[in-house]
C-alpha cells in the first residue's frame, strides 16, 4: 500500500479501467475510508450506493446520455468501470457539496493507495437531478430525504504511469 503522500501525487483520473472485479477486501477498504471522512457538525448526513451490476449502468449511461446530449453508444459516462459508488446526501444540506467533496477525496486516495483508479462523476447530476431520476433514485436505497450529489468510477487501471500535468504552484499568497 502506498502512503498517503505517494497517493495523493500518484493519483490521476482514470477513464480506462480493466473488466476484472476488484476484491470485497479492497472495496471494503475504500467504503471504509469514505466513512471515516471528516462531515460538517459531525451530522453525517451521507449514504453510498455501491453499483456493480453492468446491465444498470448501461441502463443508467443511456439516460445520462439523454440529458447530456451525447450518444451512448460512443460515449460511457462510467468509462465501463466494473465499480459506480453514488455519493447521496440530505436534500437542501447547507453542507453536502463539502462533505461529499472530502468523502470522494478519501474514496479516491484509499483507491490510489491500492493501486485501483479512480474517477469523479459530475455528469451524472445532470439526469439525477430531473423528475424521470425518481425510480433509479428509490433504487438506490438511500433514506427518501436524500438525493445523489456525486459519482466515482472504480476499478483496476487499464492504463498506468499516465504523467501529471504541470500544476502551477505560483498560485499560493502567505500572509505573515
Given at each position: 500500500m502506498k502512503n498517503t503522500l505517494d497517493a495523493i501525487r500518484d493519483r490521476r483520473s482514470c477513464r480506462a479501467y480493466l473488466p476484472n472485479m476488484i476484491t470485497n477486501d479492497e472495496l471494503s477498504k475504500i467504503l471504509d475510508a469514505a466513512f471515516l471522512s471528516p462531515s460538517a457538525k459531525n451530522m453525517q448526513r451521507r449514504h453510498l450506493t455501491v453499483i456493480t451490476n453492468q446491465a444498470y449502468l448501461d441502463e443508467l449511461n443511456i439516460k445520462i446520455c439523454a440529458k447530456i446530449d451525447c450518444d451512448p453508444h460512443e460515449y460511457h459516462v462510467f468509462y465501463h468501470a466494473p465499480v459506480v459508488v453514488a455519493l447521496s446526501s440530505l436534500k437542501g444540506d447547507r453542507w453536502c457539496r463539502?462533505?461529499?467533496?472530502?468523502?470522494?477525496?478519501?474514496?479516491?486516495?484509499?483507491?490510489?493507495?491500492?493501486?485501483?483508479?479512480?474517477?469523479?462523476?459530475?455528469?451524472?447530476?445532470?439526469?439525477?437531478?430531473?423528475k424521470e431520476a425518481t425510480e433509479d433514485i428509490k433504487k438506490m436505497g438511500a433514506p427518501e430525504d436524500y438525493e445523489p450529489i456525486l459519482f466515482v468510477s472504480l476499478g483496476y487501471k487499464a492504463q498506468k504511469d499516465i504523467p501529471a500535468k504541470p500544476r502551477d504552484t505560483k498560485r499560493i499568497s502567505y500572509i505573515k
Open positions: 463539502e462533505d461529499m467533496g472530502i468523502m470522494i477525496e478519501n474514496i479516491c486516495l484509499a483507491a490510489e493507495s491500492m493501486d485501483i483508479g479512480s474517477v469523479i462523476l459530475g455528469l451524472p447530476q445532470r439526469y439525477f437531478e430531473t
